[in-house]
T-cell receptor, first 116, second 113 residues
Framework: DTEVTQTPKHLVMGMTNKKSLKCEQH?????MYWYKQKAKKPPELMFV???????INESVPSRFSPECPNSSLLNLHLHALQPEDSALYLC???????????????FGPGTRLTVT | GEDVEQSLFLSVREGDSSVINCTYT??????LYWYKQEPGAGLQLLTY?????DMKQDQRLTVLLNKKDKHLSLRIADTQTGDSAIYFC?????????????FGKGTKLSVKP
């Protein structure tokens, strides 16, 4: 099983809503990632978890709150988002975080988020 | 800086070869990657090259690396309509956050039948 699953596929939320994005992998990977991809742009890293601990936070606003409840699951909690946060949110996983070595990341299909 | 540059569009006829080019900035990146993104989907790793190699061939895919010019290319032989997608090159710069993939802007490949 080399699949990363994400739910929901699509999400529309108002600026006062609270919602969560979910990501799951069963490959035994110990590193998991959240990326944000705006239309016609490359993915940009938001967060990295390594062994269920937050390893990297790329200066993401606090209205995005990640959570890694166990080694297979990664959540992204959303609160008080702005319309400019509308994007495709991609989850990825890798065996671990290599120090300068090969880092094959497996991506999920993404959640397309629209903030109204 | 850590900008990875790619041309935005490429259009080819079915059966032709496609060449997608990328210029990266960190000469100490040990691995360089090519990812494919189909419409509405996540990214799929196509191939990669280790920095001490000049070329890597994998079925229809050929990756060329020119470290001196920091230039990476992906050649797709006998391009098919199913190859239509956005192709991203990516690097993991040595000075950056560990595990961070820096992606180019992506090249949209259109294959005409």
């Amino acid at each position: 099983d080399t699949e990363v699953t994400q739910t929901p596929k699509h999400l529309v939320m108002g600026m006062t809503n609270k919602k969560s994005l979910k990501c799951e992998q069963h490959m035994g990977h110990r590193a998991m990632y959240w990326y944000k991809q705006k239309a016609k742009k490359p993915p940009e890293l938001m967060f990295v978890y390594s062994y269920e601990k937050l390893s990297i936070n790329e200066s993401v606003p606090s209205r995005f709150s990640p959570e890694c409840p166990n080694s297979s699951l990664l959540n992204l909690h959303l609160h008080a988002l702005q319309p400019e946060d509308s994007a495709l949110y991609l989850c990825a996983s890798s065996q671990d975080i290599p120090a300068g070595g090969f880092n094959e990341q497996y991506f999920g299909p993404g959640t397309r988020l629209t903030v109204t | 800086g850590e900008d990875v540059e790619q041309s935005l569009f490429l259009s080819v006829r079915e059966g032709d070869s496609s060449v997608i080019n990328c210029t990266y900035t960190d000469s100490s990146s040990t691995y360089l990657y090519w990812y494919k993104q189909e419409p509405g989907a996540g990214l799929q790793l196509l191939t990669y090259i280790f920095s001490n190699m000049d070329m890597k061939q994998d079925q229809r895919l050929t990756v060329l690396l020119n470290k001196k010019d920091k230039h990476l290319s992906l050649r797709i032989a006998d391009t098919q309509t199913g190859d239509s997608a956005i192709y991203f090159c990516a690097e993991t710069p040595s000075g950056g956050s560990q595990g961070n993939l820096i992606f180019g802007k992506g090249t949209k490949l259109s294959v005409k039948p």
